[in-house]
Antibody, heavy 124, light 108 residues
Framework: QVQLQESGPGLVKPSETLSLTCTVS????????WSWIRQPPGKGLEWIGY???????NYNPSLKSRVTISIDTSKNQFSLKLNSVTAADTAVYYC??????????????????WGKGTTVTVSS | DIQMTQSPSSLSASVGDRVTITCRAS??????LNWYQQKPGKAPKLLIY???SLHSGVPSRFSGSGSGTDFTLTISSLQPEDSAIYYC??????????FGQGTKLEIK
């Protein structure tokens, strides 16, 4: 079955760029949407954005000016870049697959497979 | 942006109890509503999608209902392993997805 694995530095300095990669195994990255979600310590989930395998993206408006999500179908990977980070960006970062179910002619999206998450701390 | 509000923020119930968690959207989202369960130190797991469809492998004691702005997640007979935080998430997509703040469920 499909598995996702986040990777990247666990420590990033303030004002620098956070870069994470999600590797998809056990299935193809093509023809799906792929999301990034984060969770600050002791807090709830925050959706960051998603990318379709074609490269089209949609971002959380509150992060849009700092976020870039990209995809490399040849490597079965997609990536997150968040620039100008501060301590408020300290969180567990998850990647997830967005699946579509068609019911009554309507397409519904949901995140059915998640990575285990990776902790990123922003500190000097 | 669409805001999602869950209630209660926390609750405590006994094994065998029927438990209901509510999620309200700030505008109509039709049935674009998903529920997730998260246990400490773990990634969230999908329970319900499209408001009422049970994800594969999820026990039948979990059910979802609602449409428009008001939704509920019900656990018909609470089990010890159901202790977790539950999140609703809208996938209506204007301008993107968003989660509720979570409901922490404890077993008495």
């Amino acid at each position: 079955q499909v598995q996702l694995q986040e990777s990247g530095p666990g420590l990033v300095k303030p004002s620098e760029t956070l870069s994470l990669t999600c590797t998809v195994s056990g299935g193809s990255i093509s023809s799906y949407y792929w999301s990034w979600i984060r969770q600050p310590p002791g807090k709830g989930l925050e959706w960051i954005g998603y990318i379709y395998s074609s490269g089209s993206t949609n971002y959380n408006p509150s992060l849009k000016s700092r976020v870039t999500i990209s995809i490399d179908t040849s490597k079965n990977q997609f990536s997150l870049k968040l620039n100008s980070v501060t301590a408020a960006d300290t969180a567990v970062y998850y990647c997830a697959r967005d699946l579509t179910a068609v019911t009554g002619g309507t397409s519904y999206y949901y995140m059915d497979v998640w990575g285990k998450g990776t902790t990123v701390t922003v500190s000097s | 942006d669409i805001q999602m509000t869950q209630s209660p923020s926390s609750l405590s119930a006994s094994v065998g109890d029927r438990v209901t968690i509510t999620c309200r959207a700030s505008q109509s989202i039709s049935r674009y509503l998903n529920w997730y369960q998260q246990k400490p130190g773990k990634a969230p797991k999908l329970l319900i999608y499209a408001a009422s469809s049970l994800h594969s492998g999820v026990p039948s004691r979990f059910s979802g209902s609602g449409s428009g702005t008001d939704f509920t997640l019900t656990i018909s007979s609470l089990q010890p392993e159901d202790s977790a935080i539950y999140y609703c998430q809208q996938s209506y997509g204007i301008p993107g997805n968003s989660f509720g703040q979570g409901t922490k469920l404890e077993i008495k």
